[in-house]
């Protein structure tokens, strides 16, 4: 089994910079490439793999988070967002589209978020955590 999050883009996005995303849940961490000179949209288009070993609780959180990138200051937090799986867990994916909060918990003016996070179960030995790539639904895309 694995939670799969198939992150988008965030649009309406101020002033021109780099960007980079952090996804976390359960304590582990990805980080999305570097897009250099974005204006107000930045796309992307990244999948994330959490291999999970025990079910996954409705009340845990996955945890967004976009930043300005700098190579030489620490990356400015421009906004964060936070979901309960609970809805996840129950249908087995779902796509968001939703804004962004500040360090304040106050929506921020950025236009749209749009993510994809979904709970697979993927091949593998029997009793393992498996370790295969994420089987998608007949008719479904693993980005779109």
């Not at 589209?97 to 749009?114: E, F, K, Y």
Request: charged fraction near 20%; hydrophobic fraction near 40%.
């Amino acid at each position: 089994m694995a939670l799969v999050l198939q992150l988008r883009s965030v649009s309406g996005l101020r002033g021109k910079g780099d960007r980079i995303a952090k996804a976390a849940f359960r304590g582990l961490s990805f980080y999305t490439r570097v897009l250099e000179n974005c204006e107000d949209e930045a796309k992307f288009e990244e999948t994330f793999r959490w291999p999970v070993a025990t079910n996954i609780d409705g009340n845990e959180i996955l945890e967004i988070q976009v930043f300005n990138y700098s190579k030489v200051f620490t990356n400015r937090l421009i906004g964060t967002f936070r979901m309960v799986l609970q809805k996840v867990v129950a249908e087995g994916q779902l796509e968001v589209t939703d804004t962004l909060i500040d360090d304040n918990n106050s929506a921020i003016q950025v236009r749209q978020w749009n993510t994809f996070p979904s709970f697979r179960v993927c091949p593998g030995p029997a009793g393992s955590a498996g370790t295969g790539m994420p089987v998608f639904p007949p008719g479904s895309t693993a980005l779109t």
